[in-house]
């Protein structure tokens, strides 16, 4: 069974930052499967990266994706405040598993 | 407009039944294939179950096989999810969402329904 580990599991940081954000797998996966998520309160989720590193329609190019094998990165460069938000990462080959998230809070 | 709406959640004792639909609109419903996914509060996200565009393939996640099932109704653009047998542990909210390709994001969610299982 595949186990999706992110850490780290909160990120404190301020806007302007740049946030690096690790997804890591418990066995090598394809990357074409790896997806990136933001859930913010009262809101639906929404698709930020997909196949590791493509952006999902109107996403900013302030996000990126990148990684292979076992270790995937999501990076925000320049935090703005409306990024502040739980991130999740997703992989969907065999079946659909989740990591647990990484909350990103204003510091 | 593009949308999935999910209705269907409230209260209800452990052992009893619910059914959630989600109420699709601005895309083609019966092309798609849609999911069910779960997050219990203050917890992660959680796969609940999968269906084929058609209805023909069906797929739950462990911890509810057996008691949930998923399906669909193209002629009303609406997926269900029947739960039956339910526990404590299925208090959750419940999104449904679309895969924009096979095995692939899912890139339409909805805002999710809540569902208490409580005596």
């Known amino acids: 069974e595949l186990v999706l580990t992110q850490s780290p599991g909160t990120l404190s940081l301020s806007p302007g930052e740049r946030a690096t954000l690790s997804c890591r797998a418990s066995q090598s996966v394809s990357s074409t499967y790896l997806a990136w998520y933001q859930q913010k309160p009262g809101q639906a989720l929404r698709l930020l990266i997909y196949g590791a590193s493509s952006r999902a329609t109107g996403v900013p190019d302030r996000f990126s994706g990148s990684g292979s094998g076992t270790d995937f990165t999501l990076t925000i460069s320049g935090l703005e405040p ?18 647990q998230g990484t909350k990103l809070e204003i510091k | 407009q593009v949308q999935l709406v999910e209705s269907g959640g409230g209260v209800v004792q452990p052992g009893r039944s619910l059914r959630l639909s989600c109420a ?7 092309s798609s294939v849609i999911h069910w996914v779960r997050q219990a509060p203050g917890k992660g996200l959680e796969w609940v179950a999968v269906t084929s565009s058609d209805g023909g393939f069906k797929h739950h996640a462990d911890s509810v096989k057996g008691r949930f099932t998923i399906s669909r109704d193209n002629s009303v653009n609406t997926l269900y999810l029947q739960m039956n047998s339910l526990r404590g542990e299925d208090t959750s909210v419940y999104y449904c969402a679309r895969e924009r390709r096979p095995h692939d994001a899912f890139d339409i969610w909805g805002q999710g329904t809540m569902v208490t299982v409580s005596s």
Do not use: I, K, L
Not at chain 1, 85 to 91: D, E, G, I, R
Not at chain 2, 24 to 30: K, N
């Open chain 2, 24 to 30: 699709a609109s601005g895309f083609t419903f019966s």
């Open chain 1, 82 to 99: 409306e990024d502040f938000a739980v991130y999740y990462c997703q992989h969907s080959d065999n079946w659909y598993t989740f990591g």
